[in-house]
Structures are given as C-alpha cells and as structure tokens.
C-alpha cells in the first residue's frame, strides 16, 4: 500500500540527547514537510523540501535538522538546541502536480 | 498576509445538529482552501477542498461555503454524528508551488 511511514511512534529521550524522527514514502512525491502539533498550537511547519538535496526552514527551526538524500526519505532531528521538544511530530508530502497534502501517522516524542 | 484564522477553538454540538467551523484570509492569491479532519493520534486526512471560483461545494454531510469578497470559507456538517467528533482544520495555498497554511485548528464534540 502506498503511504507515508513514520517510526517510532512513541520515542522517550532524555534531556540534551538528540533523536531522529524517520519518515518514508512510497507515494513518488516530490515535496516532504515536518510539522509539530501541540495543544491549541495547531501544525506547525518545522522544516520542508521540495527536492533532493534541498530544503528550506520553516516556521520552528530553530533546534531541528533534517536532511534529504533520497526522494523517498526525509529524516527529522530534534537536537538537545530544542528548548521544549516534547510533542507530536508529522511528516507529510504532496505531489508535483497535485493540491492535497497526505499525511503519516505521527511520532510521539517525549524528552524527560 | 500569510495567515488563515480559524474558529471557533472549540465546538460542541448536538447528535443531529449542524456544525458551524469558520476561516478567515487576508491574501488575495490564495487559490485552494482545503479543510482537514484529524482523529486523535493520527496524521490529518483530506476531507474537502474549494477552488475561489465556486462558492459552495457538498460532498455528503459535508459542505463548504466560500465567500471570496468577505474572504472568508466555512465548514458546514450536518446530521453531525459522534463519529465527527474529531480537530478540523481549514487551509489555504498561496499558489501551486507554495506551501500549504493551516488555521489552529477546531476540536468538534458530538454530543451522544
């Protein structure tokens, strides 16, 4: 079946250690986003790319990495620069030629 | 310019009765407003989207109603059932290379 896969779902992590956030997709989009969800805080865009080996900070940077070496993988890091990392994390990708934005399933990342 | 106000935050509604989320834009090259449902834990799925040339379109219980001289687009459920009860959220695209902006988001709660 065609989708977006994203692991873990639930991730604990200390405070100071970093922690990447996987996410693939077998739908041959072009564009992979990452957005955090917190409560009443609505999706908030973290880091997008539109292409290989390019992308673009989004709203929330500051604190994340990512990186796209493949069309099908866009990895998330949350580094220890992240002041309240814990949250919802949601990668997503759209088409080149089409409107809607498909999303995963999300990862649950809590630091302590 | 970039941003799309949603509201209410919340709702709660009656088993049967109409559901009422509403969204508000400022910049004038938007021309795509999706409307999302998201179900606690998972990824927002696609739910309905208007072009700014229509002003209504009805997909089932759903139905959005756009206004393009208010600038404004809502989302109408009738008959709302329990199985509604989920965070919706509306959007906008400022054109077709352009990122997606969400509202924050409306928690929906049908009453039994």
């Known amino acids: 079946d065609g989708g977006i896969t994203q692991s873990p779902k639930y991730l604990f992590r200390k405070e100071g250690q970093n922690v990447t956030l996987s996410c693939e997709q077998n739908?041959?989009?072009?564009?992979m986003y990452w957005y955090r969800q917190d409560p009443g805080q609505g999706l908030r865009l973290i880091y997008y790319s539109q292409i290989v080996n390019d992308f673009q900070k989004g709203d929330i940077a500051e604190g994340y990495s990512v990186s796209r070496e493949k069309k099908e993988s866009f990895p998330l890091t949350v580094t220890s620069a992240q002041k309240n990392p814990t949250a919802f994390y949601l990668c997503?990708?759209?088409?080149?030629?089409?409107?809607?934005?498909?999303f995963g399933e999300g990862s649950w990342l809590t630091v302590v | 310019q970039q941003q799309v106000k949603q509201s209410p935050q919340s709702l709660i509604v009656q088993k049967g009765g109409i559901s009422i989320i509403n969204c508000a834009y400022e910049?004038?090259?938007?021309?795509?407003f999706p409307w999302y449902q998201q179900f606690p834990g998972k990824g927002p799925a696609l739910l309905i989207a208007?072009?700014?040339?229509?002003s209504e379109k009805k997909e089932g219980r759903f139905t959005i109603s756009f206004n393009k001289s208010a600038k404004q687009f809502s989302l109408h459920i009738m008959d709302s059932q329990p199985g509604d009860s989920a965070t919706y959220f509306c959007?906008?695209?400022?054109?077709?290379?352009?990122?997606?902006?969400f509202g924050k988001g409306t928690r929906l709660h049908i009453l039994p």
């Open positions: 739908l041959n989009h072009d564009a």
């Open positions: 997503a990708s759209t088409p080149s030629s089409g409107n809607t934005i498909y």
């Open positions: 208007i072009r700014p040339d229509v």
């Open positions: 959007a906008a695209r400022p054109g077709r290379d352009d990122k997606i902006i």
């Open positions: 910049n004038t090259a938007f021309d795509y």
